[in-house]
């Protein structure tokens, strides 16, 4: 068990509010006349006066899950029901910060392993009370939202107290985690054995192992550590109608790889409790750099060099001209002209990196890079896990700050970034005021790569309506131009819509049947990932 646990998440917020920084009255009224728009404070409501439905889980079905877990684990008060009910999209925090809970779990339920998993699935099966997988509530696409699916109640399991490190395999440099552990608790028990996972995602003080697995996460030193669906080497899940161990060699041709179904299904098809996951020797040797292009194709196209090269960096990301810009501003620096570029080397020899950094230099520098040494990128890594705060404080002035991401082949990157620009753009700008759009790309691979957007806009009068407009702007722009709908953000509800034109038809009714063989009752995290039958680009996203 790890000690390197930090305190819940705030109901109406990301982290800890307390890390949040007010905006000072010059910058709040910069931000006023950059988009436009007069802006008007969005502060939460009190606790007390958060409006949350009365539990309705029945005496029986109660009885059920406190036979499985124990009484002490199965919790109904507003508290625990407040902050389980739902992820941190800024939809999300707009209800609560407004006071509306609903929907919210009737209960909490908090198993101690893998079997007491499978008891709470059984007896939801046979009650038939919905179940909600709940991970670190990171979730930015309704993942985590206690959505009935036509039950009269629903819970939310919170894996917490799976928390153990069960084994670590030191010849094949493999490490088997319970599904409970946040990353810094994770990284904690893995490096006293020398070890890394080395996944840095935006959520990492949060987020969960076996949320990443469920979720296909990716950090940003994915250039070098991979994705953290490339780390799985086997995983366990319980299901209503048993339990799945999957993955017993690094490669099999045995048929299907049956792991895939669960890596990604965000809780619709099982629980996952436990992962067995590729682990790295902790690096003795880091080095950052930040290196500038005259613009954002010029900068694309010497990442793409880089990802069909072989000098590739352990971390590589570059941002537009607008997010280069807002950066430096934001930390009070002058900005470089044009776009900023970040690549980070991780090793464990010295002559190694050096080798790995010279060739990156060569090859960014024939493609138009200068260089702009370490301070830049350690700017960045110091404000790296600061955004989602920074986010809080703009909703608290009347100031929308949302971030959506998709993935494609080098080839349409330019094109999908300028027409999922342009349809913010539409979507949002009138007379409510302007919008500014961010994008930097995040993740890259040798055929193709993401694209991560922030929007910036004002809040106006009805804000859940102004997101949800430009969410399905962007989402339809993304389907039409050939783009997923997620990287590494997952599916949830809020991209449940464009699943169909993602997967086809026949792809929709594959999900639904290996949903109908696991879980026949319908019971694990309804209305996520899976089409219904009636979802289609054009409907509204989840709001």
């Not at 109901?11 to 905006?23: I, M, N, V, Y």
């Amino acid at each position: 068990m790890s000690t390197n646990r930090a305190a819940d998440m705030s109901w109406f917020a990301w982290g800890d509010p307390e890390r949040a920084t007010p905006l000072s009255e010059s910058l709040r009224d910069l931000i006023a006349q950059t988009l436009g728009a007069e802006l008007r404070d969005l502060p939460p409501v009190d606790e007390a006066d958060v409006r949350l439905p009365s539990s309705a889980l029945d005496a029986t079905a109660r009885a059920a899950l406190e036979s499985a877990v124990g009484a002490e684990h199965v919790r109904t008060d507003a508290p625990a029901r407040l902050r389980h009910s739902g992820g941190k999209s800024t939809p999300d925090l707009l209800r609560r910060r407004a006071g509306d809970a609903d929907p919210a779990p009737d209960a909490v339920v908090l198993p101690a392993d893998h079997d007491e998993v499978l008891a709470v699935l059984r007896a939801c099966a046979e009650h038939r009370v919905a179940v909600v997988p709940f991970g670190g509530g990171t979730s930015v696409v309704g993942g985590v939202d206690a959505l009935r699916g036509g039950f009269a109640s629903v819970v939310a399991l919170d894996l917490r107290r799976l928390d153990r490190l069960v084994s670590v395999d030191h010849e094949s440099m493999t490490a088997t985690l319970q599904a409970g552990l946040r990353t810094p608790e994770a990284e904690e028990l893995l490096s006293a054995h020398g070890y890394t996972l080395g996944h840095l995602p935006q959520s990492f003080e949060y987020a969960t192992i076996g949320g990443y697995a469920a979720t296909r996460s990716s950090g940003q030193a994915s250039a070098g550590y991979g994705r953290f669906d490339d780390m799985v080497m086997a995983l366990k899940a319980a299901t209503p109608r048993g339990s799945l161990d999957l993955g017993r060699a690094p490669a099999s041709a045995a048929g299907p790889d049956l792991r895939q179904l669960l890596v990604g299904s965000e809780g619709t098809f099982g629980v996952i409790t436990e992962v067995t996951l590729r682990v790295r020797p902790l690096p003795d040797v880091q080095h950052d750099e930040a290196w500038s292009f005259p613009d954002y194709a010029t900068g694309a196209a010497a990442l793409r060099r880089l990802a069909q090269s072989d000098a590739r960096p352990t971390t590589a990301r570059l941002s537009d001209e607008t997010e280069t810009f807002v950066n430096a501003a934001l930390s009070g620096k002058e900005a470089a002209a044009g776009c900023l570029a970040v690549v980070g080397f991780d090793g464990t020899d010295e002559a190694e990196v050096e080798a790995r950094r010279a060739a990156v230099t060569r090859l960014l520098t024939e493609c138009g890079g200068t260089p702009l040494g370490t301070e830049p990128v350690s700017e960045w890594r110091h404000s790296r896990f600061h955004g989602p705060y920074l986010r809080d404080t703009l909703l608290s002035a009347g100031v929308l700050s949302e971030t959506l991401e998709t993935a494609t082949t080098w080839s349409g990157v330019l094109p999908l970034y300028e027409a999922v620009s342009a349809a913010l753009k539409e979507a949002l700008e009138g007379p409510e005021g302007g919008v500014v759009t961010m994008c930097h790309i995040s993740h890259t691979y040798p055929a193709g790569a993401s694209l991560y957007f922030t929007v910036v806009t004002a809040a106006g009068a009805d804000p859940l309506s102004r997101w949800a407009r430009a969410k399905r702007a962007a989402g339809d722009a993304i389907a039409e131009h050939g783009g997923t709908i997620s990287h590494h953000h997952a599916v949830g509800a809020d991209h449940r819509p464009w699943m169909t034109s993602e997967i086809g038809p026949l792809g929709a009714d594959i999900l639904r049947a290996v949903k109908s063989a696991l879980d026949p009752v319908g019971i694990l995290n309804p209305g996520k990932l899976i089409p219904d039958g009636t979802d289609e680009s054009t409907q509204d996203a989840h709001a």
